[in-house]
């Protein structure tokens, strides 16, 4: 029985760059930025007197959600990962076994 390889199937069949698992991973850099632009607001309305406050508050609300959506995003990944059954048994990189 031959064992199809990745590189055997084409870029529109391949899970890693197209599909749900490929949109999954797609999401990781653009809600690190939204992270990080939160956090520089959150430092630029400890600088601004008065109104400072209301714009932390909305910069910190709005970075909690944006950590749900990351932890969501997470779950996603390991269920749609291609290899997951491979994965599961021998263990995850980014888990401690």
Not at 35 to 52: C, K, R, V
Not at 66 to 73: A, G
């Amino acid at each position: 029985m031959a064992i199809e390889t990745l590189h055997a199937i084409s870029d529109s069949e391949n899970p890693y760059n197209s599909g749900p698992f490929h949109c999954v991973c797609g999401m990781e850099e653009p809600l690190r930025v939204i992270a990080d632009l939160l956090t520089a607001l959150t430092y630029m309305g400890e600088g601004i007197p008065d109104a400072g406050s209301a714009i932390i508050t909305v910069a910190q609300n709005a970075r909690d959600q944006c950590e749900i959506v990351e932890e969501l995003r997470g779950k996603l990944f390991h269920e749609l990962h291609p290899r997951k059954a491979e994965l599961e048994r021998e263990g995850w990189p980014d888990k401690a076994n």
